[in-house]
């Protein structure tokens, strides 16, 4: 194994404060000849992911003695003079395996996003083509962020927008109209199977947000039985205490059963994912929930010296550096999850891990398949999150994959979960989420009372078609990242 003067000086922490190998390792043998200066970025972004890949060993360029040799390495940094093209040249097979790894040249967006802020109006959207021309852009309303812009105003879920500022939403134009501060969305209806413009519109403007993924909280009584419903929309950490609270509120209300809607939730926090797991059951506190399998140099250090970092235990407290509490767990034997294709990472996480010892049954349709999890590293001198750069040059952090998490006997499904009942989620046939006759909530409530669902959609609906490249203009969906203090000293 390749030996490095160092990793890290005091503690490197992975997750959204992870930091990455210091870029001036090297310095000690490089001659004076040898400019580095034009390619900083190149070099922070080459010895983060020869440290940390997950897919190291399949990209020659990111082998170990790529730097043995200033001019050779220098070439190699050099070839490309855009930062984003660089790291791109060192992705493993972008389009099948790695879909995830990403870089941004300012770490604010990424932190805040982690965090649960974004810039938003509050309509949670998508976008399918109009036709089968594939240039007319039609988009739906998803649901409504709580005590946003868009909560105050007619927008509602299952809306559907086919203009912003009067011009018709098309592939060329949707990323620059839907990426304005203020806008005025124009909604259309479904006439004879055609989008058709209502005359109806609304002013939206954006602002800072601060999104609790805790939706909706609420209980069924149904024939005699107490059912749960929690849609939980983001592992975000900042919540895990209002996630905790929901998981009080449930208990205090008698729930013996539980539907956890994940239908739109991409993921976040492996602790929080544990922490919810535990609320979820509690009868298996300091057993196995997930393991972690890192690429071959970091895996083989760790089995030799900490195999315990290598597990996710189910736990009973929450202890996350802002909030310290008991876990209010429910002890259920069964879970009913309803997942979408935008269920990923960290809420495939909670049906696998789970899967070994309880029953989870799945309502909906396939999940995305998400894996694996990232961390994020700065381009910082010592590069943990106390010594960030002030400077713009050196904002620059990357969110690499580095691990694959698998359940407690050794499984995940790379190509997501198949639901065990599927349910689609027609989009012009959406009703009001947490109604108990919303077609995929109906199903689960119906597979616990026994009584089948009442039929509420009468015909095939309509299944969007995604617009090619359109992943809600944010790097930050489908994020599982890991969030944990390990001392220096790492590879020796």
């Known amino acids: 194994m390749k030996k ?28 004076d000849d040898v400019d580095f200066s034009e390619v900083e970025v190149q070099n922070f972004i080459w010895k983060g992911l020869n440290t940390y890949y997950l897919w190291k060993d ?14 050779s390495y220098l070439n190699l940094l050099s070839s490309k003079t855009n930062p984003d093209d660089f790291f791109e040249s060192l992705i493993y097979d972008r389009n099948n395996v790695d879909k995830w790894s990403w870089i941004v040249d300012d770490y604010v967006a990424l932190e805040n996003s982690f965090a649960g802020i974004s810039t938003s109006n509050g309509v949670d959207y998508r976008l399918t083509y109009e036709s089968s021309n594939n240039v007319d852009v039609i988009g739906y309303v998803r649901f409504i962020e709580n005590n946003s812009d ?3 105003k007619d927008v509602k879920r299952g809306y559907f927008f086919d203009a912003i500022d009067g011009q018709q939403l098309t592939v060329s134009n949707y990323r620059s109209l839907l990426a304005q501060e203020t806008y005025t969305m124009s909604f259309a209806d479904i006439v004879n199977g055609d989008f058709v413009s209502n005359g109806k519109s609304v002013e939206l403007t954006k602002s800072e947000y601060h999104e609790n993924p805790v939706y909706i909280t609420k209980t069924f009584d149904i024939d005699s039985k107490k059912i749960g419903y929690l849609m939980y929309n983001s592992f975000t950490s900042n919540y895990d205490k209002e996630l905790n609270a929901a998981f009080a509120q449930l208990k205090s209300e008698g729930v013996t059963d539980l539907v956890l809607d994940l239908r739109y939730n991409g993921g976040g926090s492996v602790t929080t994912a544990t922490y ?8 298996f506190n300091g057993e196995l929930f997930t393991k972690e399998k890192w690429n071959n140099e970091l895996q083989d250090w760790f089995e030799k010296n900490h195999p315990d970092w290598l597990v996710n235990n189910f736990v009973n407290e929450i202890n996350n550096g802002t909030t310290k509490e008991p ?8 879970l009913y999850v309803i997942t979408t294709s935008s269920s990923a990472s960290a809420s495939e996480l909670i049906i696998n ?11 909906g349709t396939k999940t995305a398949g998400k894996y694996t999890a990232s961390i994020t590293l700065y381009d910082t001198e010592t590069f943990n999150s106390p010594d960030k750069p002030t400077d713009a040059f050196s904002l620059w952090a990357m969110q690499p994959i580095v691990l694959q998490e698998t359940n407690k006997i050794g499984e995940n499904d790379k190509d997501g979960f198949d639901p065990n009942y599927e349910v689609i989620e027609y989009i012009d046939e959406m009703k009001p989420l947490g109604d108990q006759n919303e077609p995929l909530l109906a199903q689960a409530l119906a597979l616990i009372t026994g009584v089948s669902a009442k039929k509420t959609i009468s015909k095939d609906g309509i299944r969007p078609i995604e ?3 359109f992943k809600e203009e944010s790097l930050f969906q489908n994020q599982m990242y890991i969030d944990k203090k390990l001392p220096s000293g790492l590879r020796n």
Not at 4 to 31: E, H, M, P, Q
Not at 353 to 363: E, K, M, N, Q, S
């Open 4 to 31: 490095l003067s160092y990793l890290i000086a005091a503690f490197l922490i992975i997750g959204i404060t992870v930091v990455s190998c210091n870029k001036d390792d090297n310095d000690d043998k490089r001659g």
């Open 58 to 71: 399949n990209v020659p360029n990111l082998n170990n003695s790529k730097d043995n040799n200033d001019a």
């Open 276 to 283: 919810l797991a535990g609320m979820i059951t509690g009868q």
């Open 150 to 152: 868009a909560s105050n």
């Open 467 to 469: 617009v090619r490249g």
């Open 327 to 334: 876990i209010n767990s429910l002890n259920l034997t069964r």
């Open 353 to 363: 891990g789970l899967r070994p010892y309880i029953d989870v049954v799945t309502i």
